[in-house]
Every structure is written in C-alpha cells, then in structure tokens.
C-alpha cells in the first residue's frame, strides 16, 4: 500500500493512501485525464486571453501616459535635426569629392516587414541627418554613451 512519508525535524509522519483495492481504468481516467484535459481547456480559452487582455490594456495606458512626453521629445529632436541640416550637406558634399561615406538611408524604430520585402516605416523615423552629422574622415563615429542599433551603410562609389 503506497503512503505518504513527512520527516520534520525527529518525527516522522507516515499517511497510508489507499484509492482502490484493485486498479480501474475508469477511476485512473476520471481522476488524472479529466482534470488534466479541464486544466489545459480553461487556460487556452480564458485564462490566456484575459491576461492578454490585460497586458495590451496595460501597454495602451502606458501610451496613452507617455504620449504627451513623446510628442514632445519628437518636436524637440525635430528641431534638432532642422539645426543639423547645414552641417550634414557639407559633409555630404565632401564625403562626395573624396569618394568617402555617405549615409543612403537610415531608420529607426520598430521595422515591420511587408511580403514584398520592403519595410513599413510607420513606427519608425529618419535618422539619415543624425548618422551623417557622425561621419567624420570617411568614419561613422558612434559616442560610446549612445545606444547603438543594427546600422546597414552603403559605401558611395
């Protein structure tokens, strides 16, 4: 007879578990498969999409929270990028007369892919200004401090 063995400390307990005096195949079904099967039924279609549920809910107020910030941080890059402009043509235009780096096209953000291969940009914003203001001698020149992402440069011939 299978039983249950506790040893706390210098005492031990001993639970003798009895279910059947003979094996029944219906007993061993309605008492592991059912429940089992119950278990993985109400997990897949509630428990699941209510915590996804919860979380896209949560994710929507944390935007909702930040969009003010956001739109704000954008106008001030915005403007910052604007200042930028005069700088980035003059490097261009001598990166050009070297033969030397010029930034073809720079994204950043969360890039979704489209079945022709192309990329949506929605979520994303241009940051070819940025990069080509960080060229310098031919050399993208990243500050150890930033952030570095995937970067994909085409050489200019």
Do not use: W
């Not at 007879?1 to 003798?16: A, C, K, V």
């Not at 007993?27 to 089992?36: D, E, K, M, R, S």
């Not at 700088?87 to 489209?114: D, F, M, N």
């Amino acid at each position: 007879m299978p039983f249950l063995r506790l040893h706390r400390g210098n005492q031990d307990f001993h639970f003798p578990i009895q279910l059947s005096d003979e094996i029944l195949p219906k007993a061993i079904f309605y008492g592991t498969v059912v429940p089992l099967v119950t278990y993985f039924v109400v997990k897949k279609l509630i428990v699941d999409p209510f915590v996804q549920k919860e979380k896209e809910e949560d994710t929507d107020k944390k935007k909702e929270k930040y969009a003010d910030l956001i739109a704000e941080k954008r106008r001030q890059a915005q403007s910052a990028v604007e200042l930028m402009k005069e700088t980035v043509e003059r490097i261009r235009e001598e990166e050009e007369r070297k033969g030397g780096l010029i930034i073809v096209r720079a994204v950043y953000g969360k890039i979704i892919s489209t079945d022709s291969g192309d990329f949506n940009e929605s979520q994303c914003i241009d940051a070819n200004i940025p990069l080509q203001v960080m060229v310098k001698n031919s050399s993208l020149i990243l500050p150890e401090t930033k952030s570095k992402v995937i970067l994909t440069v085409e050489r200019y011939m």
